[in-house]
């Protein structure tokens, strides 16, 4: 029995998965449409791995339900993996095999006909900018090489929907805009993109963007969605006196964390960005109490929020709320 959403790539709705007391993905919904590159973002150990295993057919869910391609991740897991491509944050080619050893073991693996095998390899080995390399041990390639070696492999049998599990972690920044510009291909050729990243750069190059937190997803939408509506308040850089950069910093946010009206602050490099009620209010008030400590100010300018001010501003918020119910609970027990 096919998904009643076959419109759609994936399809879920409060999908759940728990080891024994530990619930690592905990009732997430979201769909993702068509061609679309969706960017899956959160801190080590937040559910994202997890996730990508039940939508691959890998890992049963505890409870919900989901869909991939219009198949049911719990009952047609077989369907679903002859259907994806998946690319996982741990390096998954073997070291001892040379290129095309690498690219025919997968090819066998997805059942590609001698025939195909003969246009589909060189098209992927010329893909990974491997052509005249082919009987090189992979062992020998650069980082960014075997990135794109690993991903050929993982498309050789020209899925519908490709898995990216950290895929740029640990090569350098021109291999990963590299490695991009074959995902923004792969997307203009109908494949949707399913990617966890670490890298802010990487996440505003996605079309929408789910941020997972202790389990949960907190936020969903597109990056200038999310800029706009996840920020609680005006975003203010602080820029201290050249004299009072470094170890200042810290005392300047332990001055800010105790202004009312300012939500949060965090270091930004030698710069500070904090999360206010009203800037015309708050700006002077954080000179007052900064030149109160001796710390002098350069300036201060209401400036636009990066996904990276807006996950900052998202997990300490979540924070926050937690403190807050705990000290509720422990008022309630007495404690």
């Not at 893909?127 to 062992?139: D, F, I, P, S």
């Not at 206010?276 to 400590?293: G, M, R, T, Y």
Request: proline residues 5%; contains cysteine; charged residues 20%.
């Amino acid at each position: 029995m096919r998904d009643p959403h076959p419109d759609l790539a994936i399809s879920a709705r409060e999908l759940t998965r728990t080891f024994g007391d530990f619930t690592a993905v905990d009732r997430v919904s979201f769909d993702v449409a068509p061609g679309e590159i969706f960017g899956y973002l959160g801190p080590n150990g937040s559910g994202k791995s997890t996730t990508i295993r039940m939508l691959c057919g890998l890992l049963l869910p505890t409870s919900g339900n989901a869909s991939v391609l219009g198949y049911d991740i719990a009952r047609q897991a077989e369907a679903i993996k002859s259907r994806i491509g998946y690319m996982s944050q741990r390096f998954s080619l073997y070291n001892d095999l040379t290129v095309q050893q690498n690219m025919e073991f997968y090819a066998g693996i997805y059942q590609i006909t001698p025939e195909e095998r003969r246009r589909r390899i060189p098209e992927l080995v010329a893909m990974a900018n491997l052509t005249g390399r082919e009987h090189e041990l992979v062992a020998n390639l650069s980082g960014g090489w075997k990135q794109r070696l690993a991903l050929g492999s993982a498309i050789i049998h020209r899925p519908r929907m490709l898995f990216l599990d950290e895929p740029t972690g640990g090569v350098d920044p021109v291999s990963r805009r590299d490695f991009w510009d074959l995902i923004y291909r792969m997307a203009g050729e109908g494949v949707t993109i399913f990617v966890t990243t670490h890298y802010m750069d990487e996440a505003e190059r996605c079309q929408r963007i789910g941020f997972m937190y202790n389990s949960k997803l907190i936020a969903l939408g597109s990056p200038d969605e999310l800029k706009r509506q996840a920020m609680r308040g005006t975003l203010l850089q602080i820029t201290l006196g050249e004299q009072f950069r470094g170890a200042a910093i810290l005392d300047a946010l332990a001055v800010l964390d105790a202004l009312t009206g300012v939500h949060e602050a965090a270091p930004y490099g030698d710069l500070i960005h904090a999360v206010v009620e009203s800037a015309a209010a708050a700006a002077p008030q954080i000179h007052a109490a900064l030149a109160a400590l001796g710390i002098g100010v350069a300036a201060i300018i209401p400036i636009p929020p990066s996904l990276e001010d807006v996950f900052i501003s998202l997990v300490l918020e979540r924070q926050q709320a937690g403190r807050a119910e705990a000290a509720q609970l422990r008022a309630q027990l007495g404690t």
